[in-house]
């Protein structure tokens, strides 16, 4: 299984971290792509990355909720973090960055200016972007397609929208990352990628899985931490939504992942 969103760098991991992830090896987890957020955790993403180079995989970026007037001088260290990752080819994606306006709409502006500028920098580094949208669907989409013909590749994470939108994004030629959401109770995501008359679901050639740790748990382990080994209960929905074995959807999901992210 391959886990393409974990932030495994919390705290909440650290104390045992080489036990967690010989916890997570020994549960069928092979790669983890570990996100960073700003410069201080880009530092973290870095360091864990090294030490466990095997299993785990660096992107960098700004996050949108940690988008200020600022940015420019806040990604600028970012790309100075990562510069090791990209030397050394081991930088994973640009990621998380993107558009959030959820809770306040006060650097809108500085938002979209900061997912342009590092949509640049992963083009120019031939690298995947992992997007997070929240609240922006529009101007997300339509910014990020300004970049389609350029080759922009990657994964819209976290994915709980509509079926128009799962439609729009794979026709950029993007990714949906699918994670606890799908097992949550009151979700309507498996009708979604199902399609309303059950024989025209979103190809599942386009979805990677993920996990979004430590939040974000699926079901029985909701309110939990999350654990990249939970990717488990994600593919049982899955299977369950597509009509295909466990071991069908592990397969191409993990087919997926390995293609969008070079391992």
């Known amino acids: 299984m391959i886990d393409t969103h974990a932030h495994i760098y919390d705290e909440q991991y650290m104390p045992d971290i080489e036990g967690y992830l010989a916890q997570q090896c020994a549960a069928g987890v ?3 792509v570990v996100p960073a957020t700003d410069a201080t955790s880009s530092a973290h993403v870095l360091s864990l990355c090294r030490r466990f180079p095997e299993m785990c995989h660096p ?3 700004l996050h949108p909720e940690d988008v200020g007037a600022d940015y420019a001088e806040q990604i600028d260290l970012i790309k100075q973090l990562a510069q090791p990752a990209i030397d050394a080819g081991v930088m994973a994606a640009v990621g998380e960055i993107g558009l959030d306006y959820h809770f306040s709409t006060e650097y809108k502006r500085e938002q979209q200016l900061a997912l342009r500028q590092q949509v640049e920098w992963a083009l120019s580094l031939d690298l995947p972007v992992i997007i997070h949208n929240r609240d922006s669907t529009d101007d997300c989409l339509n910014l990020l397609s300004d970049y ?14 509509s079926r128009e939108t799962a439609e729009r994004i794979i026709q950029m030629g993007l990714y949906i990352g ?13 009708w979604q990628l199902q399609g309303a008359d059950r024989y025209k679901p979103v190809p599942l050639e386009r979805i990677v899985l993920e996990t979004d740790s430590p939040y974000m748990a ?7 931490r999350n654990e990249s080994s939970y990717i488990r209960y994600v593919i049982s929905k899955l299977a369950e939504t597509y009509r295909l074995s466990e071991e069908e959807i592990e397969q191409v999901t993990d087919n997926n992942a390995r293609q969008l992210f070079g391992f």
Do not use: D, Q, Y
């Open 30 to 32: 092979s790669h983890i």
């Open 59 to 61: 992107a960098f970026g």
């Open 148 to 161: 389609t013909a350029r080759g922009l590749r990657g994964v819209m994470h976290c994915f709980s929208g």
């Open 178 to 190: 699918i994670g606890g959401v799908l097992t949550f109770k009151n979700s309507k995501l498996a």
């Open 218 to 224: 699926p079901v029985p382990h909701r309110g939990e």
